[in-house]
């Protein structure tokens, strides 16, 4: 899954130092100097030591609350984390919190400065996107959840339904854009030309359209409003539960392909950091993926599925 945002300005405040060579009370100077050296020895030894901070652990970047963002619109997302923090957490000794964030950028930055341990909100194929265009340094540990990606309309009951020349609605960043081309192309309803990558694929890499289908292409969340207004839609299905679309409509469910699975990403810095550690052990504990294939809560059922094999 993923948003496309553009990247914000980071601005630094003005220092608030007082100029004390400029003081008629020069004799003030010695005391001021020793205090502050007195301060710089206690943060030092407070920092080497471990101590003094009650929101981080000794040795490590970050405590034992986990802050992971995710994308605020996704009531499946937040269930899962809800899930991990009830059931498996507490067997590490952590917590999990969620946090949810719109902005995809802001999310990611601030997982890469290490306000957030990590995020969960995006495929290989997005993060290398991000990557590529704004240089943050963020780290894949693993595949987690794969979000289920349907073919969803209101007029037509099967994709076979679907007339000649029938308008389908895509979302309009390369990795999404790709993923549905794909389900297509698996569907046997187009074929891509020799030698393209179906996980980057483009309404230009089509070889035969069988269908002839038009594209067409909307922003990320614009799925259940765009429903009406086209022959069908490709989207994440947790855009249409949240949005309470009934599930009659959707039309073609095929199973989701590894190569976009939602990964748990890290903050590059932080890697080596020994809650990142704990924190993968939460995340891929082994009753993670039974659950992910067998529970019943409605804000997570359908919706994110576990890491298939392929």
């Known amino acids: 899954m993923s948003t496309t945002q553009q990247p914000g300005r980071r601005t630094s405040e003005p220092d608030d130092a007082i100029d004390l060579g400029r003081s008629p009370r020069r004799w003030l100077l010695p005391g001021i100097g020793a205090v502050v050296v007195l301060a710089l020895a206690v943060f030092l030894v407070v920092r080497l030591t471990g101590g003094g901070d009650d929101k981080t652990v000794a040795g490590s970047h970050f405590g034992s609350d986990f802050q992971i963002a995710y994308q605020a619109s996704s009531a499946s997302e937040k269930a899962f984390l809800d899930y991990l923090n009830k059931e498996i957490a507490p067997d590490y000794g952590v917590t999990i919190e969620g946090i949810g964030i719109e902005d995809g950028n802001q999310l990611d930055q601030a997982t890469a400065d290490g306000k957030y341990i990590a995020n969960i909100y995006q495929h290989k194929h997005w993060l290398k996107q991000v990557t590529d265009a704004t240089g943050m340094k963020l780290t894949a540990l693993g595949e987690v959840f794969q979000?289920?990606?349907?073919?969803?309309?209101t007029k037509h009951a099967s994709l076979d339904d679907l007339p000649q020349g029938a308008t389908i609605a895509l979302l309009n960043d390369p990795a999404n854009t790709a993923q549905a081309l794909w389900i297509l192309e698996r569907a046997g309803k187009l074929t891509f030309k020799d030698?393209?990558?179906?996980?980057?694929?483009?309404?230009?890499?089509?070889?035969?359209?069988?269908?002839?289908?038009?594209?067409?292409?909307?922003?990320?969340?614009?799925?259940?409003?765009?429903?009406?207004?086209?022959?069908?839609?490709?989207?994440?299905?947790?855009?249409?539960?949240?949005?309470?679309?009934?599930?009659?409509?959707?039309?073609?469910?095929?199973?989701?392909?590894?190569?976009?699975?939602?990964?748990?990403?890290?903050?590059?810095?932080?890697?080596?950091?020994?809650?990142?550690?704990?924190?993968?052990?939460?995340?891929?504990?082994?009753?993670?993926?039974?659950?992910?294939?067998?529970?019943d809560d409605p804000s997570l059922s359908g919706q994110l599925a576990p890491v298939s094999a392929e």
């Open 147 to 153: 979000w289920s990606y349907s073919v969803y309309s």
């Open 195 to 295: 030698g393209v990558d179906p996980w980057a694929a483009t309404e230009q890499d089509i070889a035969d359209n069988i269908g002839g289908y038009k594209f067409t292409y909307m922003e990320y969340g614009a799925g259940p409003r765009t429903l009406d207004s086209v022959d069908a839609v490709i989207d994440y299905n947790m855009s249409f539960v949240d949005a309470g679309t009934p599930t009659k409509y959707r039309i073609y469910e095929p199973d989701a392909p590894k190569e976009f699975a939602g990964q748990l990403v890290v903050g590059t810095a932080y890697l080596d950091d020994p809650q990142v550690e704990k924190l993968k052990k939460v995340f891929f504990d082994k009753r993670v993926q039974p659950y992910l294939a067998e529970n």
